[in-house]
């Protein structure tokens, strides 16, 4: 009699652990890259490749400005994705660039 309440209880602790297990590897899925036709990144100017800003549209591009050398990026100068407080939860590409481009710090 006490054998199918403890089976239940068993399923039960093997279903809430792999729930557990999904939302660990969930966590460290990689969060999605900016898209370049967002309204967001068309509001930004923002290209995953510095050298495809368009200059007349966008003067105050310098080639030397890249994703990886500003003050918003919030990764390592060498990662070719990472966070970006312009773009939220969103990465974006270290060679790239956008308008809001601030020269980092050091």
Known sequence: MHAAPRRHF???LLAI??????SR???Q????KVDEDS???RALGYRHD???VDTKK???HAAAQRCNNCSFYQGKKDDAWAGCAMFGRKQ?????WCMAWAKAPG
């Open 50 to 52: 510095t050298t495809r």
């Open 17 to 22: 652990g792999g729930m557990g297990a999904a």
């Open 25 to 27: 590897a969930g966590a």
């Open 10 to 12: 068993i399923c039960q």
């Open 92 to 96: 974006i590409a270290g060679p790239g």
């Open 39 to 41: 309204d967001q990144a």
């Open 29 to 32: 899925a990689a969060p999605p």
């Open 58 to 60: 966008y003067p105050q």
